[in-house]
Nanobody
Framework: QLQLVESGGGLVQPGGSLRLSCEAP????????VGWFRQAPGKERERISC????????DYASSVKGRFTISRDNAKSTVYLQMNGLWPEDTAVYYC???????????????WGQGTQVTVSS
């Protein structure tokens, strides 16, 4: 069964940082582009970042650009999302998804993780 496992969420104070991980324990993640998405209560799911299968191309939503950094370690079948300068509006459930299609051309997410909660509050 193809699955992704997110970890690293939690409660953080405004201005703080977290690093999320997205691991593929059951398949070869290096064949896939990987995106990070988030969904806050009452809001639509938002794609916030995506990285190509080999890590040579990344993109970010304007809402996180300059604060979040996506990276991957294909030897560990893991993609990371370093989140700095977190604010209450970043509070959401964060999901990762993998797709064989590139980030900029048809990426939808064939395989999804279960999500990890990020709460930014004082």
């Amino acid at each position: 069964q193809l699955q992704l496992v997110e970890s690293g969420g939690g409660l953080v104070q405004p201005g703080g940082s977290l690093r999320l991980s997205c691991e593929a324990p059951t398949f070869a993640l290096h064949y896939y582009a990987v995106g990070w998405f988030r969904q806050a209560p009452g809001k639509e799911r938002e794609r916030i970042s995506c990285i190509s299968s080999v890590g040579d191309s990344v993109d970010y939503a304007s809402s996180v650009k300059g604060r979040f950094t996506i990276s991957r370690d294909n030897a560990k079948s893991t993609v990371y999302l370093q989140m700095n300068g977190l604010w209450p509006e970043d509070t959401a459930v964060y999901y990762c998804a993998a797709d064989r299609l590139p980030c900029a051309y048809g990426f939808q997410g064939d395989i999804w993780g279960q999500g990890t909660q990020v709460t930014v509050s004082s």
